[in-house]
């Protein structure tokens, strides 16, 4: 069955970096254009990056541009998302999917950003 599993979360200060990863099974990868989403407390599920099947392309949402960078390496089925310059606004529960989220959801990984 297809398994979605995210990782690399926690507590991290103002301006600070975290390296989130997304190990995938249960489908083939490599075919999937993906993405990461995140969803505040009392807010919709937003997605902040999306990447090629090839990795050669990446697109980011506004608020996370120039800080954020997406990257996979599909011989190990895993994506990940490079956090800088973090702030208190990026705090939310991080979640990976395909591009369409094709797939059921994971159980995500907390991101708390605080002084």
């Known amino acids: 069955q297809v398994q979605l599993v995210e990782s690399g979360g926690g507590l991290v200060q103002p301006g600070g970096s975290l390296r989130l990863s997304c190990a995938a099974s249960?489908?083939?990868?490599?075919?999937?254009?993906m993405a990461w989403f995140r969803q505040a407390p009392w807010k919709e599920r937003e997605r902040v990056a999306w990447?090629?099947?090839?990795?050669?392309?990446?697109y980011y949402a506004d608020s996370v541009k120039g800080r954020f960078t997406i990257s996979r390496y599909n011989p190990q089925n895993t994506m990940y998302l490079q956090m800088n310059g973090l702030s208190p606004e990026d705090t939310a529960l991080y979640y990976c999917?395909?591009?369409?989220?094709?797939?059921?959801w994971g159980q995500g990984t907390q991101v708390t950003v605080s002084a």
């Open positions: 999917n395909t591009w369409n989220q094709r797939w059921s």
């Open positions: 990447i090629t099947r090839d990795g050669f392309m990446t």
């Open positions: 249960g489908f083939t990868f490599s075919t999937y254009n």
